[in-house]
């Protein structure tokens, strides 16, 4: 073998990790996969699935024995002119006997592990400029040029290394049980093509429809998880199995031993095979539902796990919870089941390991840093996401093989489906039509609140004839309101409020914006002097640290009055006993109802709704939808749970002709955007384009950018980020044509090592509360504080 070492061991990194070593690992991985992603020869249709892939993994790396690369490895002087490994495992495909079109998808998974097709080609060096560098350039230094394909196989692949390679695959192959395998004869090296013209430049575009489209994608990302969890340290891809589901069985017992029993539609659900819907009112049980139908499509294949929600706060709660069922043993949390995606990961986890112990408190952020990184690579088997997380692979997005092989064969519940607007409804339709069509998914939606023509257009994309819902019983034990509408605006009701408080009932008050709701918590603070522990304010311009606190305080039993937006619709498992709130479409009114008397333990509950809104609610809420709301609330007293779905649908007959417009405009563009979605190919477009659509601007508020700094200069990113705010966009927009010195963008220049990097940040120069959070006041930062 060539002694690339001191132990005479072939490279695959530089940090002294052998080849061998490296394609064990890879193995690892490749039986992992195996085992928890079942579905995969079923959705490319390749009975063979797993022995093409076990080959791609043993050979994607061969090519790293060339030499010049080991010495590259090495950091010795080499000529490798920054040439593809890649390049130099392809001749050796042909020296097996799989059939033609198998040896095909082999070569070109390994040649794209790296970079898409198009950067590759691009680097090809025509014959007739190799030969004309050789004699102007290395002519009398050089036997050959050092990029010539042919002579590169001829005078660097070590052949007693290749004995041994294909010897050691032979026996790996048999171990695994893998296609019998020929030992090559020796490679007649001028007769061979050069990778770039045979494969780069000759790969066909797919046709999503075609099953060659499926297994060529989905193979080139198994291969890369493979190559890159191997390269992570990972070894180990958790499952779900029937301990996890323990507690549901815990339930049962409880009820059964109460004299009670889970509901009808809870049930239906556990003992429901494939697509399913389910409608039923807040507070019912669906989350157990839906776990209980996970167990159910679990035992029938096993498969990835994604629980999708609209919002971060309605995410973290959601984890919480599921960990705590379906993880927690004795004390101790182990996190290794239940995985959360969103962008505030880091802040989020660091939080929650401080909550469940305190043995994280030597080496924390080391901890939490391999966390993080162990949620993001998605290894927990029940992932808890926003829609965005597996929209953005039907983007292109970086990585989006990889992103869709763990989608096939998934289990997917998507709750509060009723939360997204009309551009991302149309795009989770035609993501439900790809998954369950193509990627075999199972999916399950759960809603308390979706009008007929919305569940209808869902019911026929997943094929479900049978929608689940609460039976007539349950409903009509369920009136939990009684409706007020009350003249003005919402700071004209305080009164009333102060009347609820002196009869010691806990008052929710709910505003369309943050900045109304801004001004009624100091109304109300001011006005009934109440102790800042009686009185929370909950909204999103809270940085990240005080948005947990406020979230706990809206728990907490000693809070008297909840004041905030929408984010209390979606996000808290909470009870209070009086709601006030301005005027709002009626399935976002509902999700506000679904906050007092939730569990219907008390008489029906008071919710007053004003006929007046803010200046800028049209911005939020369509006019016309608000008008028709109010008009059908008018003439209900206390609100029944089975006259829900009539209500919805006198609001909501159908979609606005604008709405339905851009709903088929989306649909339409999306659907066409797919099928330019190629293997082996880089999206680069349509990534921007998804990150267009995201409202959010992450700013720092200046008064904190001192403590910022220390933070980012001490390598401490999770701790900075605690003092960030999102934005939308809209407002972004607005404070900076109010005031372009608003907005300051900033360097911090970072040192590791003898190295200087950079880190930018945007600073939004606004007063900041830790009570009322970001203000629309303008305050400037003294110059000294910058620097």
């Given amino acids: 073998m060539t002694e690339c070492n001191s132990n005479g061991k072939i490279l695959a990194k530089s940090d002294g990790t052998t080849l061998n070593q490296h394609i064990e690992d890879c193995l690892v991985i490749w039986r992992e996969l195996k085992s928890s992603l079942p579905a995969l020869p079923v959705i490319t249709k390749l009975p063979d699935f797993w022995k093409i892939l076990f080959v791609s993994v043993y050979f994607h790396d061969l090519g790293k024995i060339h030499s010049e690369f080991q010495k590259v490895l090495k950091s010795q002087e080499n000529l490798w002119e920054n040439q593809r490994h890649e390049l130099y495992s392809i001749p050796y495909i042909d020296k097996m006997n799989l059939p033609a079109e198998c040896s095909l998808l082999v070569k070109r998974v390994i040649l794209g592990h790296h970079k898409d097709f198009k950067t590759l080609f691009d680097r090809y060096k025509s014959q007739a400029t190799i030969d004309f560098e050789f004699h102007n350039v290395w002519t009398g230094k050089l036997s050959y040029h050092p990029e010539d394909f042919i002579e590169n ?17 032979l026996t790996k192959s048999k171990q695994n049980g893998n296609i019998e395998i020929e030992l090559p004869n020796k490679i007649v090296y001028q007769k061979l093509s050069h990778p770039y013209l045979e494969i780069a430049r000759e790969c066909m575009e797919f046709d999503i429809q075609m099953s060659e489209y499926w297994q060529n994608l989905l193979i080139w990302g198994a291969l890369k998880i493979c190559d890159h969890y191997a390269s992570g340290g990972v070894r180990k891809i958790n499952q779900l199995n029937d301990t996890h589901f323990q507690f549901l069985d815990n339930l049962r017992e409880n009820l059964t031993q109460k004299g009670s029993d889970l509901f009808l539609h809870q049930k239906t659900c556990f003992n429901y095979d494939g697509n399913c819907i389910l409608i039923a009112p807040t507070g019912t049980g669906k989350t157990e539902s839906a776990i209980g139908w996970l167990r159910k499509q679990i035992n029938t294949l096993n498969g990835r796990a994604f629980y999708v929600l609209p919002y971060t706060a309605s995410i973290n709660a959601m984890h919480k919870r599921l960990t705590e069922m379906m993880e927690k043993e004795g004390m101790e949390y182990r996190t290794e089941i239940v995985g959360v995606q969103h962008g505030k990961l880091s802040q989020y986890l660091a939080s929650f390991l401080e909550d469940v112990s305190n043995k994280y408190s030597t080496k924390r952020n080391d901890q939490i840093k391999a966390l993080i990184e162990q949620y993001r690579r998605m290894i927990q088997p029940l992932e808890i996401i926003t829609p965005f997380q597996i929209m953005k692979y039907f983007y292109g997005v970086k990585g989006f093989e990889m992103g869709l092989v763990e989608l096939s064969g998934a289990k997917i519940i998507f709750d509060e489906i009723h939360a997204y607007d009309t551009v991302t409804f149309a795009q989770i339709i035609v993501m439900l039509k790809v998954m369950t069509e193509f990627l075999k998914c199972s999916v399950l939606v759960m809603t308390a609140t979706l009008p007929t023509f919305m569940i209808r257009e869902i019911a026929e994309v997943l094929k479900v004839e049978t929608i689940v819902k609460a039976d007539a019983g349950l409903l009509s034990q369920l009136n939990r309101h009684r409706i007020t509408i009350v003249e003005g605006a919402i700071q004209d009701q305080l009164e009333k409020i102060n009347n609820y408080l002196e009869s010691n009932q806990r008052v929710m008050v709910v505003c369309n914006t943050v900045t109304q709701s801004q001004l009624m918590y100091s109304f109300v603070f001011e006005k009934f002097k109440l102790r800042k522990d009686q009185i929370t304010l909950l909204h999103g311009r809270f940085n990240r640290s005080d948005r ?25 498992d909470i009870d209070y006993d009086v709601l006030f709130t301005e005027p709002a479409p009626l399935d976002a009114l509902l999700q506000r109802f679904g906050r007092v008397n939730r569990k219907a333990t008390k008489p029906p509950c008071p919710v007053s709704i004003c006929t007046e809104g803010g200046k800028d609610d049209f911005r939020i809420y369509p006019t016309p939808i608000v008008k028709r709301t109010l008009e059908n609330l008018k003439i209900i007293d206390c609100l029944k749970e089975a006259d829900i779905q009539n209500l919805l649908d006198n609001v909501y007959p159908g979609r606005e002709p604008e709405q339905e417009n851009e709903f088929q405009f989306i649909k339409t563009a999306f659907e066409q955007s797919l099928k330019s979605l190629q293997p082996f190919s880089s999206h680069k477009e349509k990534e921007e384009e998804l990150y267009e659509k995201f409202d959010g601007i992450e700013v720092l508020p200046a008064q904190f950018f001192p403590d910022y700094k220390r933070l980012i200069e001490n390598y401490d990113f999770i701790k900075a980020e605690n003092f960030c705010v999102s934005i939308h966009k809209g407002m972004y927009m607005k404070f900076k044509n109010e005031n372009p010195s608003r907005i300051v963008h900033m360097r911090i220049p970072i040192r590791k090592n003898d190295e200087v990097f950079d880190h930018f940040v945007t600073i939004i120069q606004n007063r900041y509360s830790n009570d009322i959070g970001l203000m629309d006041e303008f305050k400037e930062l003294e110059i000294d504080q910058f620097f």
């Fill in 153 to 169: 196989l001829r005078h660097c692949m070590t052949s007693e290394y290749l004995t041994d390679f294909f010897s050691d695959f």
């Fill in 548 to 572: 947990m606190k406020k979230e706990k305080g809206a728990l907490d039993s000693n809070t008297k009055v909840l004041i905030g937006t929408q984010a209390i619709e979606v996000s808290l």
